[in-house]
């Protein structure tokens, strides 16, 4: 099974700042790597697949990149509504695995 | 609009069984794979299992296997979970998953709302 690893466990950012979140897979999962945003009593949302293909609707602000086993989630200006928990979930092997998340919050 | 609306959950004894339901709406049922995939309390999500278009492939994750059945009715558009012998750890939110056409793997592009499985005697 592939772990994948998420940091930070938390970021603390304030509004209008970057925030770049951070996954990394036990072995390759060449670009077959998800992110999803998950806020409190909501369904989970895909912002990234392909680890860089911006999913319908996601705002521009949120990028990803990264191939193999390091990815990156970089959310460039912060609105309020990014604040939530984030999680990466990697497709390549079965099964499918998802990080421990990291959570945004307000500085 | 797509939509994924789960229900079903509760509270249930060890050992005991629960039947997870998800009325999907807003696409073609029928043409993809569907997933449920779980959140226990203060964890991360995990992947349960998922179901091919036809009920002809099933997978699960080895810690429900033999337990939990996956099924789907492509008639009513619903996507079923049924759990037997459950344990402490079974304990979690269960979101229904929809699986976006021509990957070669498992994402989810479209996520129910979530219903909470609470195992306790």
């Known amino acids: 099974e592939i772990v994948m690893i998420q940091s930070p466990a938390t970021l603390s950012v304030s509004p209008g700042e970057r925030a770049t979140l951070s996954c990394r897979a036990s072995q390759s999962v060449s670009s077959n790597l998800a992110w999803y945003q998950h806020r409190p009593g909501q369904a989970p949302r895909l912002l990234v697949h392909?680890?860089?293909t911006r999913a319908t609707g996601i705002p521009a602000r949120f990028s990803g990149s990264g191939s193999g086993t390091e990815f990156t989630l970089t959310i460039s200006s912060l609105q309020s509504e990014d604040f939530a928990v984030y999680y990466c979930?990697?497709?390549?092997?079965?099964?499918?695995?998802f990080g421990q998340g990291t959570k945004v919050e307000i500085k | 609009e797509v939509q994924l609306v789960e229900s079903g959950g509760g509270l249930v004894q060890p050992g005991g069984s629960l039947r997870l339901s998800c009325a999907a709406s807003g696409f073609t049922f029928s043409s993809n794979w569907m997933s449920w995939v779980r959140q226990a309390p203060g964890r991360g999500l995990e992947w349960v299992a998922n179901?091919?278009?036809?009920?002809?492939?099933?997978y699960y994750v080895d810690s429900v296997r033999g337990r939990f059945t996956i099924s789907r009715d492509n008639a009513k558009n619903s996507l079923y979970l049924q759990m037997n012998s459950l344990r402490a750890e079974d304990t979690a939110v269960y979101y229904c998953?929809?699986?976006?056409?021509?990957?070669?793997?498992?994402?989810?592009?479209?996520w129910g709302q979530g219903t909470l499985v609470s195992v306790s005697s």
């Open positions: 998953a929809r699986e976006p056409m021509g990957e070669a793997g498992s994402l989810f592009d479209y």
């Open positions: 979930q990697q497709y390549n092997n079965w099964p499918w695995t």
């Open positions: 179901i091919w278009q036809d009920e002809g492939e099933k």
């Open positions: 392909g680890a860089s």
